[in-house]
């Protein structure tokens, strides 16, 4: 982003930028800058997301919460990474997927949607005081939990009772870190349909992947079901299937690894070094595209996407691209090396102007941008057709019908690193929408400014989170101003509604803490993404 005084000129190529009707002076204005919190992302319902299954005694008590920092020190005691019976549990950062057809006989009839969480303590939860001055044995004891969360939901977006259950997932594959490392073993949790299949992609120390599938127990009649697991044959490799234990929620639903995860590299097959950061990959197959299957490893300023078959790996040596990765977590070497079929990396990208700009680009003009450069993903894709976009630069994208789109964030980092003010709050995080071709290369064709979601409100449907409250403590907040969202949205997931394809849904974390979704047309996303700052609406 950049200050359309500024910069208009590096952004409109040929005879655009000296066009009568174009001109610097007359775009500028176009423009005015929009709060972070004021942006009109229109929804037609928000809903809160709970997992019944965690019990009561493992939440913070709301009794406690004016006393927090004592209730977190009685209760960590004794710090120990490897112990994690001692610990309280929240549920954040949700995915989605409509579960798929050849899944439905295995599951009630009501249910519509699969969602994963991030089940952990966190301690984003709580005050930054809090965090200062807790230890950081207490901390990596909290920041080394991060079980897998998953519910069955219905058209209404309510957890179906009995059907929501956690999952000590880097238990069971024995990778959990015992030693303070930055990340757990596994945090977060996305869940994709490719080609009418159900995968589960998380972000380890690579990103890694597995095709799942879920039963409830009492709507499956197969012999084999009592015990005894089915085998595949993956690769030509005969492999068990893994039933996965439920740590809590009870055994009416099962979720089952099809195979061992595999890791996909971010280099694509001439992958030589860990240049990309490894983290965030969503997974889309696009519409009439033979069945491919992409990962998408960066969004902005160059998007690059690759080719990959998720099922299929090749085995890698444990030689020193192995031993040198970022955050390596030695356990987890033999997944990493399953290394995912993958193909060239596809780059494309020119600057796109955003569609609106914000208050960070008052602030801070061109390149003194306080976010990083990078922009991550992981919330992707979503088909909208050209007759809800009504843009009339459509002409210009040759010959398609519809435009895939995805949500992605950025972050201020390191403020002192980069000489920023103090006012300036280090792990602030935005998101904005992002419009892409979905033949290869993929090129992007519009972006919108950046946006912040806001906390969970009391006319939200489905149950009511108590640490909702909690999450006030920390707002986002940037040069003495306040804004009305968390430091902390992130956006995991945006699907289409089942049964309904003209509306999405956007499901995000709050202050790594509780999770939200929101249900939005396709046209006020359009709207985001196509129109002129003066043209939308509060």
Request: hydrophobic share 35%; net charge negative.
């Amino acid at each position: 982003m950049c200050d359309p005084d500024t910069c208009y000129k590096r952004h409109v190529d040929g005879d655009d930028a000296h066009n009568d009707q174009n001109t610097e002076k007359n775009r500028v204005k176009l423009f005015k800058y929009w709060r972070f919190d004021q942006v009109p992302l229109h929804y037609n319902v928000a809903a809160g997301l709970v997992l019944p299954s965690i019990p009561d005694r493992l939440r913070v008590p709301p009794s406690r919460f004016r006393d927090v920092e004592a209730y977190i020190r009685e209760l960590y005691a004794n710090p120990d990474p490897k112990n994690t019976s001692n610990s309280f549990l929240s549920e954040y950062n949700p995915s989605l997927a409509v579960i798929p057809a050849g899944m439905k006989s295995s599951l009630p009839r009501h249910a519509k949607y699969i969602a994963s969480m991030r089940v952990s303590p966190n301690i984003h939860c709580f005050p930054r005081e809090i965090e200062d001055a807790l230890e950081d044995d207490i901390k990596q004891t909290m920041h080394s939990v991060s079980h897998l969360g998953v519910a069955l939901l219905d058209g209404k977006y309510q957890v179906i009772p009995g059907f929501d259950v956690v999952i000590d997932l880097a238990g069971q594959l024995d990778i959990m870190r015992s030693k303070w490392m930055g990340e757990p073993a596994l945090s977060d949790y996305r869940l994709f349909v490719l080609n009418g299949e159900l995968y589960l992609n998380i972000n380890a120390d690579t990103v890694i992947v597995t095709r799942v599938k879920l039963l409830a127990t009492e709507y499956v009649k197969h012999s084999w079901f009592e015990g005894n697991a089915d085998e595949v044959e993956p690769d030509g490799d005969e492999e068990e299937q893994l039933e996965l234990e439920n740590l809590h929620g009870g055994d009416r639903l099962k979720v089952i690894l099809l195979h061992q995860f595999n890791s996909i590299w971010g280099g694509g097959r001439e992958h030589k070094k860990w240049k990309n950061y490894d983290k965030n990959y969503a997974l889309f197959s696009p519409p009439n595209n033979d069945g491919k299957v992409y990962a998408e490893v960066a969004i902005y300023p160059e998007h690059k996407v690759m080719e990959i078959v998720p099922d299929e790996y090749d085995q890698q040596p444990n030689n020193d691209l192995i031993k040198q990765r970022l955050r390596r977590n030695f356990l987890s070497d033999s997944i990493v090396q399953r290394r995912v079929k993958a193909f060239d990396v596809t780059t494309s990208g020119k600057p796109i102007l955003p569609t609106f700009f914000t208050a960070d680009e008052h602030w801070f003009p061109g390149k003194r941008n306080p976010f990083k450069e990078f922009s991550h993903g992981g919330s992707c894709c979503v088909s909208i057709s050209l007759d809800e976009i009504e843009a009339p630069e459509a002409g210009r994208w040759g010959g398609i019908d519809s435009l895939l789109v995805g949500v992605g964030h950025n972050v201020i980092m390191y403020h002192a690193k980069k000489k920023l003010p103090e006012l300036v709050e280090d792990l602030s995080y935005v998101s904005f929408l992002y419009a892409f071709n979905p033949r290869p290369p993929f090129e992007l064709v519009a972006r919108s400014g950046y946006f912040c979601l806001g906390y969970a409100s009391s006319s939200d449907g489905g149950m009511q989170n108590p640490h909702s409250i909690l999450t006030h403590s920390r707002p986002f907040r940037q040069m003495k101003r306040t804004f009305d969202c968390p430091i902390i949205h992130f956006v995991q997931t945006i699907v289409e509604k089942a049964d309904d394809p003209s509306n999405v849904v956007i499901g995000y974390g709050i202050n790594d803490c509780t999770a939200r979704l929101l249900e939005v047309s396709k046209r006020d996303i359009a709207k985001l993404l196509f129109s002129s700052a003066l043209v939308l609406e509060t």
